[in-house]
């Protein structure tokens, strides 16, 4: 999905493509990408839900590094929706590759 958006993104910033288009484009890219990970989807829409209702909270800072900012949470495990760890950008992009790493190994096997 990155790869797609990111790719929408340079076609918006070359002129290739109008904000309107780039709009719908990314809407759809994100649609896709939805219905092609409904497990993906209900977790994060499950850790929303409980934020909104003040029932989990984000801390202030990264729960890996601690750099204070904004944090993201990732899911080790999708079947666990609300055992989230709280991410800096940086250290989600770490996490989430280490995580595809392992999957690929384990398929091999």
Do not use: F
């Not at 002129?15 to 993906?40: F, K, N």
């Not at 934020?51 to 666990?80: I, M």
């Not at 991410?87 to 096997?109: I, M, N, P, Q």
């Amino acid at each position: 999905m990155r790869c797609r958006l990111r790719m929408l993104r340079n076609q918006l910033q070359a002129g290739e493509i109008d904000p309107q288009e780039y709009r719908l484009l990314r809407r759809g890219v994100a649609l896709a990408y939805s219905l092609e990970q409904p497990v993906r989807r209900s977790a994060r829409r499950k850790v929303q839900t409980e934020k909104d209702a003040g029932r989990l909270e984000q801390p202030e800072a990264c729960s890996s590094c601690g750099t204070p900012g904004p944090v993201e949470a990732h899911h080790g495990d999708y079947s666990k929706p609300l055992e989230v760890e709280w991410l800096c950008s940086a250290c989600h992009d770490r996490a989430d590759r280490e995580l595809a790493g392992r999957v690929k190994a384990e398929a091999r096997r």
